[in-house]
């Protein structure tokens, strides 16, 4: 079983910042690419960025400039820092991880989400 649970939302003002993260755990081998999703009401989950194990990050045009994504693997744990937040940057945000699970002659990977924290940014 893996766990992932995200921490960091809260309510804002436009301008300001907040700083998400997200711990997995669980029976995982290691954990490829990480990242973060948006959702907000009555639209499609929608990806804000990801980040790669060695590093490697892309971000949705709406956070490029403004949001940052990085990771601690030692700590199985992915961040994003939020700034200039903008009232459309509401959403709930999910956290994702591509872990690796299984045993030592057979390995495979699977897709977990979070369950969410809500951000919420005021004018």
């Known amino acids: 079983q893996v766990q992932l649970v995200e921490s960091g939302g809260g309510l804002v003002q436009a301008g300001g910042s907040l700083r998400l993260s997200c711990v997995v755990s669980?029976?995982?081998?290691?954990?490829?690419?990480m990242g973060w999703y948006r959702q907000a009401p009555g639209k499609q989950r929608d990806l804000v960025a990801t980040i790669t194990r060695d590093g490697s990050t892309n971000y949705a045009d709406s956070a490029k400039g403004r949001f940052t994504i990085s990771r601690d693997n030692a700590k199985n744990t992915v961040y994003l820092q939020m700034n200039s937040l903008k009232p459309e940057d509401t959403a709930v945000y999910y956290c994702?991880?591509?872990?690796?699970?299984?045993?030592?002659?057979?390995?495979?990977?699977?897709?977990?989400w979070g369950q969410g924290t809500q951000v919420t940014v005021s004018s």
């Open positions: 994702n991880a591509r872990v690796v699970r299984g045993t030592a002659t057979l390995r495979y990977e699977s897709n977990a």
């Open positions: 669980g029976s995982i081998v290691s954990i490829n690419a």
